[in-house]
């Protein structure tokens, strides 16, 4: 139970910052497998495990970790596997230091969170390899079927959850390959795409079948998907890049966050990319400006480094202490070589025929807003001007106008264009349909994508039941 006073905290290694920024590859090595067992054995097993009230899933945590520690690593995938759809991913990619290691009572005690994201990645990785994950298991047809627009991580894992319940799945995606945000958003360095590949097989292997490049509001009205499936799932995610107002915004050289992302995501596929092709989504030989200071912001100068950058450097408003992108990632892009300019606000973008620099002025922290984060003043007396020729705004994300785009304007959404749901019955306005993920929380996190694909599956399950029976009785 005090393993964790004498074996200290130990991540895996990750590979020198001069090498991981040559290629895509994953910066984390994985643990070997006596490492993951004395790092697990470091859980001193709570009664009351904080790590686990703190993680959306409400993962195992003591429990999996136990497992791992006593070499019974098959239990210990099973037991992790029962509460998430993607472990593996989620070990990879959840701020962990805000979510179950930050709340790890070692880590107050000062001796070091145990590693359970490293350990989590590490035993799903093992069960891969090892043949362990089982296909999908298919309960008895029920003769109702359901569409679910959006193969983000909460369209999947409704997906997932809903076929083990018998109903035929079909998933509608405007892209040509499933994954959402995991698959164009998330970086290669950070999440590899052969791990999200293989969930996708497993899901499509099961039976659910996958509508590529089918754009729902193009390809078929919210009507036609109504009278298709018995029950509708909207998990669409948020893709309205939001907006800098200042002259020269407009300048060519001066893109969207998504958009660089995306097509880098593209080229690691392999694919033909002609805006990255011609030079205008690719940073190499470029002086990069990253404006914004969340996960997204941290993805694109990381990536930037990686496609040969002459220099990158990162504009935020706030300090270090109050940006919203994880610690972890800003202490990797520093290794890396990106410089942050901390309280800075662009102005203007200068611009002859494309951009050349940004105008930018100096930014005091003042009072703590309504959200407890200290509001932004810009400092009359400071300014100061940034050589650039690519500037990628990576500021966050809106909802799209839905209810246009899909030709429903009866679906409710809030101010802010996310759309409303029933918080019991996780439905919207219009009878059947549901929704969940990040259309729903606005931007947010993978594992609270799955959380809510997995909440709103039971409530789809619910309702469906009731369908059923209601036509049963009518009959
Ligand atoms: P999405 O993943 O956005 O998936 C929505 C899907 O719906 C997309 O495939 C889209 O093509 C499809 N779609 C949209 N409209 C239509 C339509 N009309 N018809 C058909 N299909 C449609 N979270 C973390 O936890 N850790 C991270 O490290 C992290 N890094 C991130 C980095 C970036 C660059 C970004 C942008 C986000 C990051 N996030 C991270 C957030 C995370 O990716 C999201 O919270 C999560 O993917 C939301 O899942 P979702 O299923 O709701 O939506
Ligand atoms: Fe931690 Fe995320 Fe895994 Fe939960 S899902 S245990 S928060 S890494
Ligand atoms: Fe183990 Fe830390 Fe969770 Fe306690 S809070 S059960 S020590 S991982």
Known sequence: ????????????????????????????????????????????????????????????????????????????????????????????????????????????????AVTIGSVEKFITDTAWEEGWVEPLVVGAPRGQSVGIIGAGPAGLSAAEYLRGHGYDVHVYDRYDRAGGLLTYG??????????????????????????????????????????RHDSVLIATGVYQPRAIKAPGVGSEGVVDALDFLTASNRKGFGDAVPAFDDGSLDAAGKHVVVIGGGDTAMDCVRTAVRQGAASVKCLYRRDRANMPGSQREVANAEEEGVEFVWLSAPEAFLSGDRVTGVKASRVRLGAPDASGRRAPEVDPDGGFDVPADL??????????????????????????GTVLVDNKT??????????????????????????????????????????????????
């Not at 130990?10 to 910052?17: E, L, M």
């Not at 996780?426 to 609270?448: E, K, P």
Request: net charge neutral.
């Open 1 to 112: 139970m005090l393993k964790f006073v004498g074996t200290p905290q130990a991540f895996p290694g990750k590979r020198a910052p001069m090498l991981r920024a040559e290629d895509f590859r994953e910066i984390a090595d994985r643990y070997a497998p006596p490492a993951a067992e004395d790092q697990a054995g470091r859980c001193s097993q709570c009664g009351v495990p904080y790590c686990s009230v703190h993680c959306p899933l409400h993962n195992h945590i003591p429990d999996w970790l136990r497992l791992t520690a006593e070499g019974r690593l098959r239990e210990a995938f099973e037991l992790s596997n029962s509460t998430s759809t993607m472990p593996e991913i989620c070990g990879r990619i959840c701020p962990q230091d805000r979510l179950c290691e930050g709340n790890c009572v070692i880590e107050f005690s000062g001796h070091g």
């Open 426 to 475: 996780l439905m919207t306005s219009l009878d059947g349909v549901f929704a969940a993920g990040d259309i729903v929380r606005g931007a947010s996190l993978v594992v609270w994508a799955i959380r809510d694909g997995r909440d709103v599956s039971a409530a789809m399950h619910k309702w469906l039941k009731a369908k059923a029976a209601g036509e049963r009785k009518a009959a």
């Open 391 to 416: 500037v990628i705004k990576a500021l966050g994300f809106d909802a799209e106008d839905l209810p246009h785009l899909f030709g429903a304007p009866e679906l409710g959404v809030t101010r802010w």
């Open 186 to 227: 998330i970086p290669g360095f950070k999440l590899e795409k052969h791990v999200v590949m293989r969930r996708v097989d497993r899901l499509k292997e099961g039976g659910i079948v996958f509508h590529d490049n089918f754009e729902v509001g193009r390809d078929a009205s919210m009507t036609e998907l109504r009278q």
